[in-house]
T-cell receptor
Framework: DQQVKQNSPSLSVQEGRISILNCDYT??????FLWYKKYPAEGPTFLIS?????DKNEDGRFTVFLNKSAKHLSLHIVPSQPGDSAVYFC??????????????FGKGTRLSVIA | NAGVTQTPKFQVLKTGQSMTLQCAQD?????MSWYRQDPGMGLRLIHY???????DQGEVPNGYNVSRSTTEDFPLRLLSAAPSQTSVYFC??????????????FGPGTRLTVT
């Protein structure tokens, strides 16, 4: 059973507009959520994160919103740029008895920003 | 710092052959993990380690072995390669301490083809 779901495999957005990537989760024990960006032939790179005690975290053009009651988070990119074209993975984890539990990833959303 | 390094970058195996994918990190991270990425499947956890001498299974451990004799290295062994193990493999590391951001640093990946 998928604990982290990204229901949109792909998204196309015009340059300069807002990109909104969505993610849903089922495990109430998750207390930290992360977004990773992946270019072809490279490893994923960390983009932005949010703790479950917050509902918003902003870093430049990137903002992550968390709605705990809906078990939903979203990544907003404003304004979108062609260099943002990549696959975006949502991930989550929590605190286990022996430290951080492994990250659980969604299947990813491929964002294409069209000039 | 080199970060997380993986060797080889590419590998072709015949069914039944064995091999070891190498992973090393120079950030003194206690937590290391192996993921595989397949089209439409996202990143799936194979094995992980919370410190030297301690390993545990992830979501898809069958056909793989790991060991962690040092903090720096976390090799992944394919015992008898099968075509279903054709994939891109990523190694990642992170600080185990909860005060960190849970962020994992990924290597560049190993693209494995089993014929």
């Amino acid at each position: 059973d998928q604990q982290v779901k990204q229901n949109s495999p792909s998204l196309s957005v015009q340059e300069g507009r807002i990109s909104i990537l969505n993610c849903d989760y089922t495990n109430s024990m998750f207390d930290y959520f992360l977004w990773y960006k992946k270019y072809p032939a490279e490893g994923p790179t960390f983009l932005i994160s949010i703790s479950s005690i917050k509902d918003k975290n902003e870093d430049g053009r990137f903002t992550v919103f968390l709605n705990k009651s809906a078990k939903h988070l979203s990544l907003h990119i404003v304004p979108s740029q062609p260099g943002d074209s990549a696959v975006y993975f949502c991930a989550a984890n929590g605190r286990g008895l022996s430290g951080n539990t492994p990250l659980v990833f969604g299947k990813g959303t491929r964002l294409s920003v069209i000039a | 710092n080199a970060g997380v390094t993986q060797t080889p970058k590419f590998q072709v195996l015949k069914t039944g052959q064995s091999m070891t994918l190498q992973c090393a990190q120079d950030m003194n991270h206690e937590y290391m993990s192996w993921y595989r990425q397949d089209p439409g499947m996202g990143l799936r956890l194979i094995h992980y380690s919370v410190g030297a001498g301690i390993t545990d299974q992830g979501e898809v451990p069958n056909g793989y072995n790991v060991s962690r004799s040092t903090t720096e290295d976390f090799p992944l062994r394919l015992l008898s390669a099968a075509p279903s193990q054709t994939s891109v493999y990523f190694c990642a590391s992170s600080d185990r301490d909860r005060k960190s951001s849970y962020e994992q640093y990924f290597g560049p990946g190993t693209r494995l083809t089993v014929t």
